[in-house]
Every structure is written in C-alpha cells, then in structure tokens.
C-alpha cells in the first residue's frame, strides 16, 4: 500500500449508541420489485422439494402426466356438466393430497385466478342482457324494453340459469386447468417436463432453448437478489426519486452487460464441449407397461367423470 | 473488551429441507478481528448476512451494541441509519455492491448519505482512492474494472462510510497474490485504527496471517468451536473433521505421495 490511512478513519465518528427516533424507512417502489423477482429462486427450491418427494404424483413417469395433462385439458374444456366440473375438481385435490403437498396456498392463488380470469370475464354472460334465458334473480325493471346496437335491453333485468352455468362452467375450466397444471409442475423436476415434451416431437434445440432460459431465470434471480442486499446494506436514509432512478439505471445496464457476457460464456461452454450446431440430447428410458397403466388409470378416472351425469341417470333408473 | 455483536442461539433455514445454520451461539468483541472458517456450503455468507442485517434468523436473535436486530427493528428509519452508518458490510461479489455509475460517485454515495457536506464527503473520497490507489480510475465506470480493482472500491465505497465494524465476505475471492496481500495489509492497518473487522473464509493462510478470533462452522451448519488462531489452526485432526484441510496428493523432487498438507505450514518469515 502506497499512502497511510486517512485521519478520518483512525477516528470514530459514527455514533456508538442509538437513539430512537419516529420514522418508517421506505424502499423505492422498483427496489421492492427488485426483491420480489428474487423471490423467484425461493419459489423454485420449493417446486425442487415437493418434485423431490415420495407421493403417487412425484412416483408417476414424467410423460405419463405431460400426456394425461394434455388429455385432462382436452377434456376439462370438452366438459359441459358442472357436476362433472366439481368433480374433476374433487379428483385433482385427491391427487395433490396423495402426493403428499400441502395445497391449501396454491389452492388459494389458483381459485383466485380462476375468479378473476374465468368468473368475472364471464360474469356479464349470466345477465339475460347478453345470454336469454330462464331468470333465477331479477335486478331491475324497466318500463319497456330498448334496443341498443346489436344488444336488446329487456323489460326485466336478472341472473339466468344458463347464464350462471356458462360463468361457473368457465371459472371450473380455468380453475381444473391451472390445478392440475400446478400439481403436474410441483410434482415433477422442470427439466424432467422440458424432456417429456420430446414425445410430442418438440425439437431438441428449442427444448435446450427453454432450458437454458429456465436456468437464467434463476442466475438473473440470484444476481437481483444479490444487488438488493447490496444496495439495502449501504441505504442509510430514504432515497430521492431521483437517486433511485439514477441507481436503477446503473443497474439495468450492469445486468444487461452481465446477460451478454454470460450468453457468450455459454456459447463458448457448449462450443469447448463440442457443439457444432446439432443437439443431442439425453433420453428417457423405455415406456413401461406400468407407466401405460398409469396413463389408463388416471386418464380412465377422468374419463368416467366426464359422463357422470349420464351414467348416475343409467345407474338410478 | 466489550461485546460488539451477540448471536444468541441462532437457526436459519432457507426452506424445511435446506437448514443453513443450527443454534449458532456467539460474541465479538470491539475492537477485534474475528474470521468465520468453514467449508463450502456450511453457512458462513448466510452467517454473515445475518449480521448485516440483510437476512433475519428463523429462531434466534441477533443484538449489535445491546439492540436487537430484526426486520422490524430495521424498518425504523433511525435504527437503520444507527446500525447501517456503524457496520459496513463487504460482499464477496464486488459486482453486486456497485450500483453507482462511476468510482468517484461509489465512493462518495456513503458520506453523502450520512448527511456529510459534499467537501468532506470529496474530501473522504479523494483520500480513500489514493490509499486504495484507486485515484486514476475515480471516473471509471466498475463494471470497466478488473476483480481486484472492484474489490477495492467496493471496501473504498464503504471505508468512506467510517464503519466502526467492517464485514468482509470472503475477502481474497477471485484476487491474484499481489491483491491478496494488498486486501491483508489493509485489514491489519484499519484493524489496528481500531476498526472491529469479522471476514468470512476458508483459506488458513488469511487466518495464519490475520491471527484472528476464530468460529469453525461444520459441514452440519453447527459452531463446532470457537478460539485464537494459534489454538486451532495447528489441530489438524479437527481442521480435517471440518473439511478445511485434507491430505492430497503431490510431488516432493521425484517423489509422488499424498499428506495433509494444511496451506498456513507454507508461512514463513524472511530468513527463516
């Protein structure tokens, strides 16, 4: 070392004891989205845990359930019952229960998309405004009934059956879908579900593509996570706006250098590893006859609930 | 010497199957330098997080100077800026502390904060770079820097902080020699202006040189043994149990054969 230490730093001028004041520190509001997308690797060591575990689903071949996923969504979509619909959903929650997850949260988060993005966009379809039919529940009425645009505006405004049955029927099909999609995800390794998607004839360089994007997802995780705790363990007071901005801007550049020097690193890992331009990629081993029975037991079940209705009607007669 | 820090029975888990740290027991005294050794992997930058105040204990408290630090405690705009202006955290990444658009803004973000006037603030800064002969890269981008020039304004960016206790993770990561001994003198010299300094490693050649304080975690995330340098960097039975030195092969002349070879033997005074 060329110069002394500075006078500054041999003395102690920060204070020693703390006196507490009122005041709440506050984040910039892209710092705690910052800390949010770090969240994803915590969400990802728990989608290792449960695919890690010994339940029915963790057991069952990883293209056993991308193919009864396809065939369930065919399915679910294809179902009109909602009696058939709220046993599918009675269906996937045994699964998850004997897969040993605790689904209670992600049972949660799914009802909550499938309301937002199944019931309310379908919500208008139960007024008798857009869909005729019987009125379970009147809300309004009106003098007489006005024609505007393409839409007849009836005397008597309400809730009707078939109505309902489309709204509720649409809500079951996202919230059946995005289930069964969650349990397949929480109970297989990601890259077991980027490999069983070969049987669908998905190229191998597209699948090594969404690998490798999967991957970088988390180093891009670890990176912001790491970029948080650097700046929070040097954030003494709140920033200005304009402080934050010019931090973040720092910031979205270094990452864009950091991306760009690790997309090279990995062209010239898979080139030192002799990569020329075709892909091989490993295997599965066989398909099994315990894994087609797999297939016919859960697909069969499925299936059975599909006719519910009928066959109750053929059972009760 | 009075305790500084208190880790007072200290668990941490990042998920149920992945414990970082188990009951993790012990004090640092003002004033010293005190080195967490462990392997890969057995919990130290976790450990050293912990006392950042940049992750929170599962079970457990963490006091610096008598307070309790917690999330809570930190969102107390006064408690923050106490404890943040007191202990200057050094990461292992040079990359993730830098946020700034050059060296000279790096260094000055700190004072700045702290509510310095922008000269003494300058001031700091212009001294720090010339110590850490920095000064004809202050309007350099970081991300243009080599790793041992990165290491040296990520501990500039924080020296003109004044920190009483300085956090150094794996401070040698990534350096060549010349910066190893460089980043060594130093940690000497701000020991000696008083500073309290707690690195996290696992190379005994640090330790042999720093002669701290030391903490063995084990590859179980538990403390398995605290004290001097002098005590336990000779016990090569225990260092061997805590995976800090193995016996590897290697060539005396012509001669092929395999020893524990622990790497502080290789210290030597000029002469000797």
Request: proline content about 4%; overall charge positive.
């Amino acid at each position: 070392m060329k110069s002394e230490i500075p006078a500054f730093l041999l003395s102690n001028d920060s204070r020693a004891d703390f006196v507490r004041q009122p005041g709440r520190l506050r984040y910039p509001f892209v710092d705690r989205t910052l800390r949010k997308a770090g969240a994803v690797i915590t969400a990802g060591y728990l989608q290792w845990e449960t695919a890690a575990g010994n339940g029915m689903m963790q057991r069952t071949d990883a293209r056993v359930k991308t193919l009864f996923l396809l065939f369930f969504v065919v399915l679910v979509g294809l179902t009109r019952p909602l009696s058939s619909q709220m046993f599918f959903s009675g269906y996937l929650l045994t699964l998850f229960a004997l897969s040993g997850i605790n689904f209670l949260p992600i049972i949660l988060r799914t009802f909550i998309f499938a309301f937002i993005f199944g019931f309310l966009v379908a919500a208008p379809a139960m007024l008798n405004i857009f869909v005729d039919g019987e009125i379970v529940l009147n809300i309004a009425t009106l003098s007489k009934s006005h024609q505007i645009w393409i839409y007849t505006i009836p005397q008597h405004i309400g809730i009707t059956r078939e109505g309902t049955f489309i709204a509720f029927g649409l809500f079951f099909k996202v919230f059946n879908s995005v289930t069964l999609s969650s349990l397949i995800i929480f109970t297989t390794p990601f890259t077991e579900i980027i490999r069983s998607l070969r049987i669908f004839r998905v190229p191998s360089a597209l699948l090594m593509v969404i690998t490798l994007t999967y991957k970088y997802i988390f180093v891009l995780s670890h990176s912001i996570g790491d970029m948080y705790r650097g700046m929070k363990s040097r954030l003494i007071r709140n920033l200005r706006s304009k402080e934050s901005r010019k931090i973040i801007a720092g910031r979205i550049a270094f990452i864009f250098t950091k991306s760009w020097k690790r997309y090279e690193e990995v062209f010239n890992a898979m080139t030192a590893r002799g990569y020329t331009g075709q892909l091989s990629v490993s295997g599965f081993r066989k398909f099994r006859i315990a894994d087609l029975l797999g297939f016919l037991i859960l697909a069969g079940i499925g299936l059975t609930l599909h006719f519910i209705e009928p066959l109750w009607k053929i059972l009760s007669e | 010497m009075e305790d500084i820090i208190r880790i007072a029975q200290v668990s941490f888990q990042y998920t149920k199957q992945q414990p970082a740290l188990v009951d993790i027991d012990f004090s640092v005294k003002k004033g010293e330098i005190f080195a967490i050794l462990g392997s890969n992997g057995s919990g130290k930058s976790t450990l050293l997080n912990i006392i950042g105040g940049l992750t929170y204990p599962t079970t457990g408290q963490y006091f610096f100077q008598g307070n309790e630090v917690s999330a809570d405690a930190l969102k107390n705009k006064s408690f923050n800026a106490w404890f943040r202006e007191n202990l200057g955290f050094i990461f292992q990444n040079p990359d993730s502390q830098l946020f700034c658009p050059t060296v000279m803004d790096e260094l000055l973000f700190g004072p700045l904060q702290l509510g310095k006037s922008q000269a003494e603030a300058t001031q700091r800064t212009d001294e720090v770079l010339e110590m850490l002969e920095l000064t004809h890269l202050s309007a350099r981008s970081s991300h243009t820097l080599s790793s041992g020039e990165k290491k040296r304004v990520a501990i500039g960016a924080i020296l003109t902080m004044n920190p009483s206790v300085l956090i150094i993770d794996e401070p040698m990561a990534g350096l060549d020699p010349k910066s190893q001994s460089y980043i060594t003198e130093l940690l000497i010299r701000l020991n000696e202006a008083g500073k309290t300094i707690i690195i996290s490693t696992h190379s005994l050649a640090l330790a042999d040189y720093l002669k701290p304080r030391i903490a063995v975690l084990s590859e179980e995330h538990r403390l398995v043994r605290t004290g001097l340098a002098e005590e336990i960097l000779p016990d090569t039975d225990f260092l061997t149990g805590v995976n800090l030195i193995h016996a590897h092969l290697h060539r005396h002349g012509k001669e092929l054969h395999k020893h524990i070879h622990p790497q502080f033997l290789f210290h030597r005074h000029d002469g000797e």
